[in-house]
């Protein structure tokens, strides 16, 4: 039997790791059968299992890929309450240096063994250490390999006209089972949802808009703010392949030059103004900002009963800040949608009509760099003075798109406001839908309310400050 761990008492207390994905040698074992192999294996080693760690479909050699029960396994060596791992394959727990290393710091404070059927390894062993790294370069290597056959294989499809459909529900959203035919009606909702996008519409609004005019995704669900938001992201809609950069067997549902502009309106948050990230249903409730001074908290919706009043009326208030800011909803949203209208009828707002210059090809370059970039962090090897040269063009790098995700914002609102240009006092109150108001509003105004400069009733438009944008 083996030794107990140093620094343990009592029975070798083990932990069953099992995971599944594609393995080299193409062994593909399912976790239950991992589990129970594991457990014959700690019956004749004598030890007791105390937990199963189960990590399904989850790559281990991906630096960006979460194992949820290998931080729970490592918690628990951390706390003493397991002193030894039983493992199917080592490949299965291991397929970089660094989780080897995470363990080899782990055996030197609480004394782990590792044992599989191809034998019983001592992480504190120097020996045992070099045969485990070897092993972990094997298995990175195979890794790599495998990733480059496949996207050798989805370069083979794509010229030969073929493709993966995928997607949840058989197909991916606008396309049918083959990956290639466009779903008529799905199609047209997409580029109608991109071009209200870039008007400056939420997310939130057109997927509630659609979803109630019949649109559910594959699956059956009905279209969300973030499965639409996913959607018009994927290279995909651009008849692009996953790179965002070569060219697909399929037509493309949006045009190239647009599908960028959405890509970079929504990467800014553009479509998402703070006015239009839930479903509101009071026109300037978080739009509208508290005057007191020091204060600045937006203002919220509060019901009150007023004296002789038997219904409780609406009014914005300073809910979470100074408390001593409240107006009447009604005739607040009444004089802002009026100063909204007269903006839209003045020629001199906003200053010139000329829509500003699109940056969403430049912030695909920027895409592409950036990630190029820190990839060469990751696998940097060479002198410091290189190291600092990469660092400062990250950093630069950083800077322009900060710029251009501000560049966007304003992009979206001008298409908005070129939009409703001229837009009439019944229309604004008939014809608009409650998120393209709330939009409007804060496209033009900062809307600051001011605590009451006089007592007793009435509505003082002196103490509500409506400045346009730029």
Known sequence: MPSRPAGNSGPVRAGIYCRISLAAMGDTTKVDDQEQI???LADRLGWHVEDVYQDHARSAWQPNRKRKEWDRM??????????????????????????????????????????????????????DQFILEIEASMAKRESANTSRRRKAQYERWRREGRVRPGGRGGRPICFGTDGTTHVPQEAEWAREAAHRILDGESTGSVARDLAGRG??????????????????????MAGLMPDGESRGAWEPVIDRETWERVCLVLSAKAGEFGYATSARKWLLSGIAVC????????LQISMSQGRGRKEYAAGYACRDGCKKVYRSAVHLDAYVGGQVVAYLNNPLHP?????PV??????RVLEGEHAATLAKLRDFRSSAGTLDALAARLEGIDARMAELRELAAGNSRARLIERYRGLTRGEWENGLALEVKRALVAACFTVTVLPASGRGPGFRVQDVRVEPLG
């Not at 005057?291 to 937006?298: L, T, Y």
Request: charged fraction near 25%; include cysteine.
């Open 351 to 355: 200053e010139g009509r000329a829509m």
């Open 38 to 40: 594991c457990r014959q």
């Open 291 to 298: 005057g007191a001074p020091g204060c600045g908290r937006p």
């Open 358 to 363: 699109d940056h969403a090809a430049e912030w």
């Open 74 to 127: 490592l918690a628990d060596i951390e706390s003493g309450r397991i002193s030894a791992i039983v493992v199917y394959h080592g490949d299965r727990l291991l397929r970089t240096h660094e989780d080897l290393l995470t363990l080899i710091r782990l055996a030197r404070t609480r004394g782990i063994q590792l044992a599989s059927p191809a034998g019983t390894r001592d992480l504190g062993s120097y020996d």
């Open 215 to 236: 649109w559910v995704t594959p699956p059956g669900a009905p279209m969300s703010a973030q499965t639409l938001k996913k959607m018009l992201l994927r290279p995909r």
